[in-house]
């Protein structure tokens, strides 16, 4: 029986769907201007390692590397692991391990790529630095685009500093429909809206 078709590897075949299925949901998300990954990360507890929680939570980078991105970290790792594990069986003993007992050997497998991968991602990604200020504090911030071109309907990463001097990166959209903000503008955030931020050029450059 195929590896793909075979019932011992449905949990990996599941897996392997659920990339595919949230790689599709997060694109067409950037076409509609609503982040999948963006509004999980705002469903996740603040973490501060004062708890047993917070510190396996931190230990995986949650809070470091955006939630989405850990969680296909986790079902790339456990799905690889998962059909090696069943062909290195059937190669071995003639035929596959339970569907079951297979899922469950490849959840370390998925919590060690979270923690490896998600390490070096941490190191690449921006994220916030704080989350001692509420979103809304940083309306009124002023900050520059760092990645892609900001227009109506496709937001670009912004670099923003809150009251404490801190880095925010933020994903924001012009306010006027008929702007667009390339890389390097200074602009100024007026206001949010769902996941996204949006501004407008910064009136007074020399407060940057």
Known sequence: MSLFTAPQNLPFGIGFALIVGIALLEGLGMLVSMSPSNLLDDLLPDVDADSGLDRVLGWLHVGKV??????????????????????????????????????????????????????????????????????????????????????????????????????????????LDDEVFEEGTQVLIVRKIGAFYRCIVNPHPTLM
């Open 66 to 175: 955006p939630a989405l991105v850990l969680l296909l970290l986790f079902l790339s790792g456990y799905t690889l692991f998962g059909y090696s594990l069943q062909l290195v069986s059937n190669g071995l003993f003639g035929g596959y391990i339970p569907a079951a007992l297979a899922g469950v050997l490849a959840v370390p497998a998925g919590m060690a790529t979270v923690r490896g991968v998600g390490a070096l991602i941490a190191h690449i990604v921006p994220r916030d630095e704080t989350s001692a200020v509420s979103e809304l504090s940083l309306v009124g911030r002023t900050g520059v685009i760092v990645s892609g071109g900001a227009r109506r309907g496709l937001a670009a990463q912004a670099r923003v500093k809150d009251i404490h001097g801190r880095s925010h990166y933020l994903m924001v959209e012009p306010d």
